[in-house]
């Protein structure tokens, strides 16, 4: 349907925003855990300066998708987290190698990684690490989703502010002259409020059972946001963990059989919108493992015991609970229960009477 405003002739905006050239915010959190990629792990097939390699690519082939496209790095450590790179800032744009061979991505990147890098080794020589030796994905899943949340609560506008002021300067031009309806308007904002948030976890390291908890509460609250939380495995081991976030936020989970060609993967399931899933045969994940990890001894189970107050779980029967401090009752093993004939003899009788 066409309406004419003026001298200008506008087609009325799609009811669906899938019809419309979205763009897309990527949230990438990249495991640099040095315990996983360092000289004592000999099972990874992939040098931490390959797996930089194909990251890299990747995000340049996100970038160059849409000029409009995001990207948002965070470093996953084993003690700390920190956002390394975000593509909308002018800082992250504008700086260059010394030589002027190396892009401005890479350059800013890797600076900021190596600082990283360095403050987590420092924190983890003050605590020796005892255990299953795994990144704070807690963190830097908590991070993304603030992240996403300052975008979403900026405003009806786009979060790019080169996409912002020109829109608004042409607006300005528009109005000044009277060819502009505010209708038109409408229609434009709305456009620029279409965004693809995703999350995507390039993880290597083990699961770590002490944050089920944080991890759980990051994860419902991606589904609350509408925000699928996409997973890579590069390690050996699977993630109980990022299978359940895939399989909870509808994202993806993979476990690429050849890290050699990585970034295949990443550019052929992780670069897609959403929208053009749907039109896809992306790989499935063969089971999801739901099992859970106690409150007590931080150990995943396959049966337990919960409260019927705080929902927490625990592998052993308790007197009390240790996160809300309710009481648990315990069975009288002196009362008998009626059998199914005596139960149903008083539900006749009841009916009767």
Known sequence: MVSHIGPVTVMDSAPSKQYSDDVSLVMVLLDTNPFFWGGENTTTKVSFSNFLIHVISFLNSVLLLNQLNQVVVIATGYNSCDYIFDSSTSESLNVSSGNGKMPALCSKMLQKLEEFVIRDEQLSKENSPSGIVSSLLSGSLSLALCYIQKVLRSGRLHPNPRLRDAFFSVVVACLGIGCISFNFIEIELSHLTDINLQILCLQGSPDGPEQYVAVMNAIFS????????????????????????????GGVYLKPPQLDGLFQYLSTVFATDLHSRSFLQLPKPVGVDFR??????????DMGYICSVCLSIFCKQHKKCSTCGSVFGQANPEVKLPTDRKRKAIDLNAAYN
């Open 222 to 249: 991606a589904q609350r946001s509408m925000v699928p939380i996409d997973s890579c495995i590069v390690g050996v081991q699977h993630s109980a963990f990022l299978q359940q976030a895939s399989y909870i936020t």
């Open 292 to 301: 859970a990890s106690c409150f007590c001894h931080k150990s995943t189970i």
